[in-house]
């Protein structure tokens, strides 16, 4: 999405801005439908009506103290779970969090994180929680789950109106649960900007989102098969 369509702060024009921009990094993803937006003043106590519980409460728990006003909520049509996904942003309409959250056919039995975060000679992933060990030397995926969530970009800068320069988390993540359903993943992370030819060209990142999701679901499985063969017994 170019300059034109970031948000700015108006929820009524904003809904509409995030609509075309999910649906446009859905066609690229290959996938097709209407996205409907729901939008809620940010409230650690009141979350959007379509959110489920473990979602906002993930959501809440990484975030809740940064100075976030509006968060626009809406499900992903077509992907391979019900994906639901968060925008929040300042009073302003800077983008400040993304996060997805699905149950997939995955056999999540307990809880794992993985957190990127700044370290002494640049990003470091670590992988916590009871259920870490197997992940843990999972090569490819920890590349794909390090590369694929963001902890900074430059928003675009209106008129002289500069909040902020950089926008840079202290601290994004990937997370699995159990779910009686599978497991469940929430991704907590922020906005993608790279260089275009006219200016930059900003991202919600759907498809790195659904590549991680994938290679989740498919190491999870992998795992289990592993565990239950003659060799793993």
């Known amino acids: 999405m170019k300059k034109k369509g970031y948000p700015r702060g108006n929820p009524p024009e904003d809904m509409e801005k995030l609509r075309l921009w999910w649906e446009e990094e859905m066609r690229k993803c290959g996938l097709d439908g209407t996205v409907v937006i729901e939008y809620a003043p940010f409230s650690v106590q009141q979350p959007a ?29 077509g992907a391979p779970w019900p994906l639901e996904a968060v925008v929040m942003t ?7 969090k993304i996060v997805y959250g699905a149950v997939l056919n995955a056999p999540i039995t307990a809880e794992v994180s993985f957190k990127k975060s700044v370290g002494m ?13 197997p992940f843990a030397t999972q090569k490819p995926l920890l590349k794909k789950i390090k ?6 970009y430059a928003p675009p800068l209106f008129g002289f109106v500069t909040s ?11 997370t699995l649960r159990p779910n009686p359903a599978g497991g469940e993943a929430v991704i907590c992370t922020t906005a993608w900007d790279e260089a275009a030819f006219i200016g930059r060209h900003y ?19 992998a795992l289990r098969g592993e565990m239950g063969s003659p060799r793993a017994a």
């Open 49 to 77: 009506q379509s959110l489920g519980k473990r979602l906002f409460e993930s959501l809440v728990m990484n975030y809740a103290t940064t100075a976030n006003a509006h968060l626009y909520s809406t499900t992903i049509p």
């Open 90 to 96: 300042t009073e302003a309409g800077m983008v400040t």
């Open 121 to 133: 000679i640049g990003d470091k992933l670590e992988v916590e929680g009871p259920g870490a060990e």
């Open 147 to 152: 590369d694929g969530i963001s902890l900074r």
């Open 164 to 174: 902020q320069k950089l926008l840079k988390l202290p601290e994004v993540s990937v």
């Open 203 to 221: 991202s919600l990142g759907l498809a790195k989102a659904l590549d991680i999701l994938k290679a989740i679901e498919q190491v999870s499985n």
